[in-house]
């Protein structure tokens, strides 16, 4: 099993600048792939940014630009830094963690609210 809490949500205005973390712990495995989704109220989840755990970064038409994921394998944390954020911004922030090798497993945090007014 891997947990996931994330951290960091809040209440901004557009413009602004936020960043997310996720802290992971329990069976980490190498190579994994961790990611940031996004579930705006009433529309389904999706993939915001995701980077390898040797560092290889993919991310949505949306964020290019804006956004930047990173992480510290060391302390098993990813980070998303959220810059010009826009009102569509808005909505649940979840960490995702996959094992890239062996039975494939996928974990999901409880996710954090960010809210961004206009």
């Known amino acids: 099993q891997v947990q996931l809490v994330e951290s960091g949500g809040g209440l901004v205005q557009a413009g602004e600048s936020l960043r997310v973390s996720c802290a992971a712990s329990g069976a980490i495995s190498r190579p994994n792939v961790m990611g940031w989704y996004h579930q705006a109220p009433g529309k389904q989840r999706e993939l915001v940014a995701s980077i390898t755990s040797d560092g290889n970064t993919n991310y949505a038409d949306s964020v290019k630009g804006r956004f930047a994921i990173s992480r510290n394998n060391a302390e098993n944390t990813m980070y998303l830094q959220m810059n010009s954020l826009k009102p569509e911004d808005t909505g649940v922030y979840y960490c995702?963690?996959?094992?890239?090798?062996?039975?494939?497993?996928?974990?999901w945090g409880k996710g954090t609210l960010v809210t961004v007014s206009s």
């Open positions: 995702n963690y996959q094992n890239l090798r062996g039975i494939p497993r996928s974990y």
